[in-house]
C-alpha cells in the first residue's frame, strides 16, 4: 500500500468540509466529544503477518471544520513502537454506525521490527464502527504506516485492528 489510504482520507474530508462545514466557515471551531482509545490488531508486512500490536490514543475535544486534533502511540511483540500526533475526522453514517479516518506523522523506533526506512512514519487509517451510547463504540480500522517516499527505502506497515473508544463529556 503506497499513500492511496492517506490520499482518501484528506479527500473525503475535504469534501465533507466543503459540505457540511463551509457554509459556516470552512474551518470554524467546533466541540466535538474528547475521545480515549485502545486496539489491538494483526501487523503485516510485505503482505506477511508478523505479529501483533497495542495502540492507544486521545481524541481532543476541539475541532476545525472536520479536523479533530489527535495523537497515538502503539507497541507490537517484536518491540517496534510508533508515536504521533496529528488529525481524524469522524462521520455520522446513521443508525449509530461511523466512519473515521486519521493521519498522523510520527517517530517510529524499529526495536526487533522491520525496518521501515526512517524514523519518521506517517500513519494513515480508515475505520467503521458503531456507537453503543452512553459514550461507548466499537470499530474495525485499517492503517497503513510509511515514510511517503522521503527516505529511499519504503516498504510501509499494515495493521488491521479492533477499537474501543470511550468520550468524555
Not at 452512553?134 to 474495525?140: I, K, Q, T
Amino acid at each position: 500500500m503506497d499513500g492511496t489510504l492517506a490520499a482518501i482520507y484528506v479527500g473525503l474530508a475535504l469534501l465533507d468540509m466543503g459540505v457540511n462545514d463551509c457554509p459556516a466557515g470552512c474551518l470554524a471551531p467546533s466541540d466535538p466529544p474528547a475521545r480515549a482509545w485502545v486496539q489491538g490488531g494483526a501487523v503485516e508486512f510485505q503482505g506477511d503477518r508478523i505479529g501483533e500490536e497495542i495502540h492507544i490514543g486521545y481524541d481532543f475535544g476541539t475541532a476545525r471544520g472536520p479536523f479533530q486534533p489527535t495523537f497515538g502511540l502503539s507497541v507490537t511483540d517484536a518491540g517496534a513502537s510508533w508515536a504521533g500526533i496529528g488529525v481524524k475526522s469522524r462521520y455520522e453514517i446513521g443508525g449509530g454506525w461511523f466512519a473515521e479516518g486519521s493521519l498522523m506523522p510520527g517517530y517510529y523506533d524499529a526495536g526487533d521490527g522491520p525496518d521501515l526506512g526512517g524514523t519518521l512514519q506517517f500513519r494513515s487509517a480508515l475505520g467503521v464502527g458503531y456507537d453503543f451510547g452512553r459514550g461507548g463504540s466499537l470499530s474495525v480500522h485499517y492503517d497503513h504506516r510509511s515514510n511517503a517516499d522521503i527516505e529511499s527505502t519504503n516498504p510501509g506497515l499494515e495493521t488491521i485492528a479492533v477499537r474501543y473508544s470511550v468520550t468524555f463529556d
